[in-house]
């Protein structure tokens, strides 16, 4: 079993910046691919962003050069650094942890957390 928590979310106005970040405990976490997603009222939860056991990231296109997730094995640990963010990425975003980035894309997580709220205004 993995336990995810999130912090870092909050209110933050179009254009600013948040750092997310998701400390896991339980299992081995560096055997997991780790990743972020997200889901708006109304809308159904969506992939963002993952990174594997080795480092390699896959990235939602509205997200792309913009969001970028990092890892601290050692700590346990996954940043999702958010920039120039706009009104249409205000969600409650969640971490999530799988076997691979593939399965993740497809949203075939295997643990969730509970999620933050990230509020971005115009």
């Known amino acids: 079993q993995v336990q995810l928590v999130e912090s870092g979310g909050g209110l933050v106005q179009a254009g600013g910046s948040l750092r997310l970040s998701c400390a896991a405990s339980g299992r081995t976490f560096s055997n997991y691919a780790v990743g972020w997603f997200r889901q708006a009222p109304g809308k159904e939860r969506e992939f963002v962003v993952a990174?594997?056991?080795?480092?390699?990231?896959s990235y939602a296109d509205s997200v792309k050069g913009r969001f970028t997730i990092s890892r601290d094995n050692a700590k346990n640990t996954v940043y999702l650094q958010m920039n120039s963010l706009k009104p249409e990425d205000t969600a409650v975003y969640y971490c999530a942890a799988g076997a691979s980035i593939v399965l993740m894309t497809n949203l075939r997580v295997t643990y969730w957390g509970q999620g933050t709220q990230v509020t971005v205004s115009s």
């Open positions: 990174i594997s056991w080795s480092g390699g990231t």
